[in-house]
């Protein structure tokens, strides 16, 4: 599946809703459930579908196994009916499968229950300490290190990144990043799989001058990242991402390639991160995890820095494209 | 007000509620609400209790001063009845006064939507600098740094600290804290103290071993960090705390005095942390911010250690006793 | 204030909500009281609102003064609004008044809690009898006398009436209704007004052929009234009806006069109602009273029938017309 | 199954669960339902069980076939345990299995969404026509005649009939009632038997001298019935209720035997009233339905009243007894 968050414009004012991608357009899958189920003859179709398949991401994800069963079943549901050329409405007349122009993307997860951003490709983390004089540490090859991101500030593709007012060195960060879709503790790497719901694009938006100035007090990235973090455009289940370690990255700025990379070269794997993260310690649908930046994968890298108006273009193969236009904070228009 | 959570074991379950310590006992705010409306002649007193003082720390929180305002009503209709020499109950007999023995003190906010730890004691910040053989840096004198804690592992007063299996250098660290209690962003010092909504005492324990690795790949503490963190026993608002910056502080272990300092030593102070934390930031209700280690307040900088079995009690003045036996996971008691 | 509970269609379904009628248009309250609240900086303005102005008629008059007091303050902050020229629009950007085309009209109480009509007006009691060649029971003067009608099937201005397939004899009763606003037990006279929340027209629909029938088995109406009845198009409060007792009413089929009467021949007030409900028993906001058809206000005093299609206008001065055709069920056009 | 509701106190208040009747105790259904669903390893079995099993009777209603086959399922696990020698127990430690002291038994279905009374058994109404020196009407062979009782005052086993202060002749009336447990219109005898959610035990208290008069005014009765009627003390489903027209009833008053009857002497079946309530009208889940009085299942058939402080038992084959003491209100005990 192609899960995601989409926001419709409506006399009751703007709401945002669980919606799955498909070629027939975004289906509503919460609403969608609830035809599904009173197709079959169930007494309380929308009170079910709310529990199921609830109508936001978080509250889906924490269903796990029983919500991702019945979402699949109700795209079906769907699917035959736009297969046989009908356009299926809801009981109460609700739309359940809108076209592209119809809705504005969120990030698939807008309220991620925590952040967890890993630093797994090696060569960005070897240009890093070359770049600082220092020798790549041993410990790095040892641990998974990850340090914590600003989980309360998810913006989602053709939202405008702020340009926060403390920086003059504004960087972008391409990344894939998963979500957790289950509840675990001391997780194997060879169970891990089981604990991702889904693989997303992800722009770890860095403020670079304040985030050195972190770096040398020792505590890692905190105010230099915090401000925003962009997901999207989908959250694509593994299932239907096949191969996670096969997929191509890139970054474009203003239409020009900047940073080209693959999955393939990551040093530590997702199974890996959730063995890390899992030990001792339980880890809960919602959760965001980002690899870290792909080699090549910032500004910082290639000393090109983006500026005010700059548009950002985060691409993985299978998942799609993240855009987002940079703007200084006076400019930002009403979201 | 001494906000807390507390626990009540009943025929129907372990139930967490909001709670306020009085002379007389601990009040359950959110019935004693109820019941303060309905002596009013609230036609809905539980339906409008449930949203202006909610059962649950976070919740009430986000009410702001709207839920401060009722809260101190409602104690004060409480308070009034004690003095009376009477014992008010609810209208579905349910108990409003509690005694200390009839409940458990949970951390007070159990859920917070975030964890930022300061730096802010230099004492504490120079001794890690000097034990790691390198300068204390300039920047640290720049801006006040913080590392993003494990938000989702909160634990309170009475509650065993589970020692994770991957340390053999496990401590304490002792650190005053306090939680956002109104949303805001570009926060001026003058007026940060309104956004705090009390304080509490925070034990951000460590696992030493795991931590130095970590702190070798500079992306600040994660691991080390995210499985336990402990806050309580109440939560002082801050017209009951007076002067934040003259308060006790002191560790013991099995009753034996570690640490001891004071939160005059304090190098940056509450409303610059706010301050630099609502930066071209939106900051919210229910976050949880810490202060960072006292001078001598962990084990680390007194070379001593924390055993398995072994109780860590941490004490502000004016706030309480915060006191956590360590147990190895085998041994750990079903919470 | 003139309450009303409206419908809108939108792409995620139709909704029905609390409304208010003034010059300007019609008001969402629940959503305008946000918007109130909102200005006055309260902090969670929506959670409140959905408590203080449910969006349903029903929760909004459990409320009783609390709700009707925030509903008046609302009222007032968008006429100001209105009044200045402005139209105010919701944080979510939802509509906040309406013009009568955008929206339909529904029963003000889709779901009373219960529905007690009683057999007010003299006239018409007499007509009956003397019909049935019975002689007028002095009981009648001596208690006021209702029926419990069936409160599961209100249906509101500009809905079908279903003709029941088991009726040749399909008429109309044209009533004034009230609604209780306030919980209470043994309520005398001249407290009896307070109870009130509102007044708005009835239609006591009757299938007179199946009511026959069961008056002779002497349980009073039963499957003969069950069915449907109409209520609407408003809720006026009792401020501003003024005296209803004074008050024309009217019913015209198909735009003819049929009947014409005066709220001032009712026999038992609606204070002596209240009084008789209420003795040992309590009553309680959201129940529907009626008073009983008028002398005339009905095609069984007339010996004239409606038929199929046939429109059917009650009006009641300062309330308005609840309009609804007649159709058999065949004909029913989807809700 | 034997389903019921019951009440416990708590330090948290009075709260009404939905229970059902088995041979170890009373299993608290919808906790069960959630340990159930945990052992399954379902995600989220709390928030499933309160859409699946809830905790009130008339929501369990709603849910239809899927609710009662989710309940079936949670006594044979909970009975598996008992079978076994184990005492099973909740996630939260709340109780799954009570005993009979430990729990005090309300009405089954506390908040019927209606109340309607047919008047079935003909022995009971021929001897109301003779009394009032009237012939038996012929239209009572022609349709099951009902009229609406007040479905706001109903009480359960245990709990006190109070005496209104407006009759000198308070009666009982032994009654079997059942519950609609599916939605449906115009449904045919063979089906109707699928409608009942299951049977119960009814008194239909009355006020002999104020339906007297209300009968003369021709409306049936109203005042004279509304104040209170009890159902218990429990509800058996259709499968264990077997053949429901061979049930003994009797009535005692003080444990003096005064009525008695079987259900086997109805001459307008159960299914025959759902054939004629459904009739172009929908009828829902938590309508209470109640045959009429058993012939010589009332005072006013005996001439012989009870008094203040009496002990009215009714009992139902299968069923259960029906206790209640009648006492004047002045007496009434707190609930």
């Known amino acids: 599946m192609k899960l995601c968050t989409f926001e419709v414009k409506t006399t009751l004012g703007r709401h945002r809703r669980l919606g799955a991608v498909v070629e027939g357009g975004i289906i509503d899958l919460n609403f969608a459930c609830a035809w599904h189920l009173a197709r ?32 699949r079943a109700t795209i079906q549901s769907v699917q035959e009916e736009l297969n046989a050329g009908r356009q299926p409405t809801g009981l109460r007349e609700e739309t359940l499968v809108y076209q592209p122009g119809e809705i504005t993307m969120r990030a698939p997860l807008p ?32 641990i998974p290190a990850y340090y914590k991101g600003g989980h309360q500030n998810i913006i ?48 770890d938006f860095t403020a670079r001058d304040m985030q050195r100035k972190e770096m040398k007090v020792r505590l890692g990235p905190a105010k230099g990242k915090d401000w925003c973090t962009a997901i999207g455009p989908v959250l694509v289940t593994t299932d239907e991402i096949g191969d996670p370690y096969d997929l191509r990255m890139t970054a474009k700025v203003n239409g020009e ?26 880890i809960h649908p919602g959760e965001l995890i980002g690899s870290g930046t792909v080699g090549t994968g910032c500004g910082l890298e290639l000393d090109r820095w983006v500026k005010p108006g700059d548009v950002v273009e985060l691409e993985i193969e299978k998942i799609g494209v993240l855009r987002n236009r940079v703007v200084k904070n006076a400019e930002r228009s009403s979201a």
Chains 1, 2, 3, 4 share one sequence.
Do not use: C
């Open 40 to 71: 079959k003859r169930e007494a309380r179709p929308y009170t079910l579908a709310d529990v199921l398949v609830p109508d936001n991401m978080l509250e889906y994800l924490r269903g796990e196994e029983t919500s991702a069963g019945f979402a």
């Open 156 to 203: 989602g593709p053709e939202e405008e990144a702020p340009w926060p007012s403390f920086t003059e060195k504004f960087d972008y960060e391409l990344e894939i990043a998963f979500v957790i879709g289950k509840t675990g503790e001391n997780i194997k790497p060879a169970q891990a799989r089981n604990y991702i719901a889904g693989f997303t694009v992800m722009n």
């Open 111 to 142: 309220d991620p229950v925590s952040l967890r951003d890993f630093y797994a490709f090696e060569a960005h983390v070897k240009k890093g300490f070359e770049k600082r004089g220092e020798p790549m540490p041993e410990e790095w090859y040892q």
């Open 257 to 282: 390639l900047w940073s080209e990379g693959n999955t393939g070269s990551i040093f530590w794997k997702f199974e890996q991160m959730i063995e890390f993260l899992s030990r001792d310690e339980t």
